[in-house]
């Protein structure tokens, strides 16, 4: 994925440039600073991540062969590195999956007043079906 693009220009190229320029200067963290040779920096929007179609096909059939030769338990944890080879995607791509919020974390019980919360093959399964369905 490239990364977002950034453009640069001196904050005096702007026509609100006098009203910042006396804003910087009345804050006292910017007295050691020229303002006035100030420079903008805007970068560009990052694009939400998509998952692959053909990523999501293989995922599920390897969850569903997964619980179908072991049997898995509903509350079963599994680490991310143990739901990436499952899953057959890499770390990272599970990273951008769960920031994606592509799959999520099943609650498997509570303690006192917390919900405990984990990644399961039968959560991350339904978390995936619900997707290919939209």
Known sequence: ???????????????????????????????????ANAILTVKQRKQPYTAKPENIETAIKNLEKHIEEHDTDKFEEMTKQEMSVLLGISRPTLDRWIEAEIIERATIGFHRDFEIRAFTAISVLNSLQELKQK
């Open 1 to 35: 994925m490239p990364r977002p693009r950034k453009k640069t220009f001196p904050l005096s190229d702007l026509k609100c440039f006098d009203i910042i320029l006396s804003e910087l200067q009345s804050m006292p963290e910017f007295e050691d600073f020229d303002i």
